[in-house]
Antibody, heavy 120, light 112 residues
């Protein structure tokens, strides 16, 4: 069955960096675009970034553009989110999600999330 | 950017009774080229990650009970639950994907 397992969250000081990982299993990872979506404590969902199946295209929310980088290693079935210059407002649970294989597909599977806390 | 607005933000429900949630987009989610409406519904149950309920306006995801239905057109959309069950509690989100990806604020459904 499809599984997405995030890791790499933790407590980090403002201005520092953190890299999240999402290991995929149960499907052909290289055939799907992948997303990161976050949820601040007690708040709603916010889309963060997407990467195409071969890694050639990436798009970002304005709130993270220039600070976050989404990437993937299809040989390791792993999605990444490199987060630099972290701010308090980046504190959130970060979910990875699979995009159904179609043009502008829906997000059909989600991981359990990993918590990032930005605090001094 | 497309803004998604859900109403109500809180919805107390009675088991066995119907319920509905509205979602409005600031631009049409209908792609006139392919005829698809790029609007989905997700449910985040307490302590869980979001799960897909409805995609492309009205298609139920695999395993979703038929008491859930999606409808609407253009910029106005509705998620309906024909008979609410206790397991339906959680926060419901609409999401557009015709231009980027944007979620509504969420509607918290709880049992009265």
């Amino acid at each position: 069955q499809v599984q997405l397992v995030e890791s790499g969250g933790g407590v980090v000081q403002p201005g520092r960096s953190l890299r999240l990982s999402c290991v995929a299993s149960g499907f052909t990872f290289s055939g799907y675009s992948m997303h990161w979506v976050r949820q601040a404590p007690g708040k709603g969902l916010e889309w963060v970034a997407v990467i195409s199946s071969n890694g050639g295209l990436q798009y970002y929310a304005d709130s993270v553009k220039g600070r976050f980088t989404i990437s993937r290693d299809n040989s390791k079935n792993t999605l990444y989110l490199q987060m630099n210059s972290l701010r308090a407002e980046d504190t959130a649970v970060y979910f990875c999600a699979r995009e159904m294989s179609m043009v502008r597909g829906y997000l059909d599977y989600w991981g359990h999330g990993t918590l990032v806390t930005v605090s001094s | 950017d497309i803004v998604m607005t859900q109403t109500p933000l809180s919805l107390p429900v009675t088991p066995g009774e119907p319920a509905s949630i509205s979602c409005r987009s600031s631009q049409s989610l209908l792609d006139s080229d392919d005829g698809n409406t790029y609007l989905d519904w997700y449910l985040q149950k307490p302590g869980q990650s979001p799960q897909l309920l409805i995609y492309s306006l009205s298609y139920r995801a695999s395993g979703v009970p038929d008491r859930f239905s999606g409808s609407g057109s253009g910029t106005e959309f509705t998620l309906k639950i024909s008979r609410v069950e206790a397991e339906d509690v959680g926060v419901y989100y609409c999401m557009q994907r015709i231009a980027g990806w944007t979620f509504g604020q969420g509607t918290k459904v709880e049992i009265k």
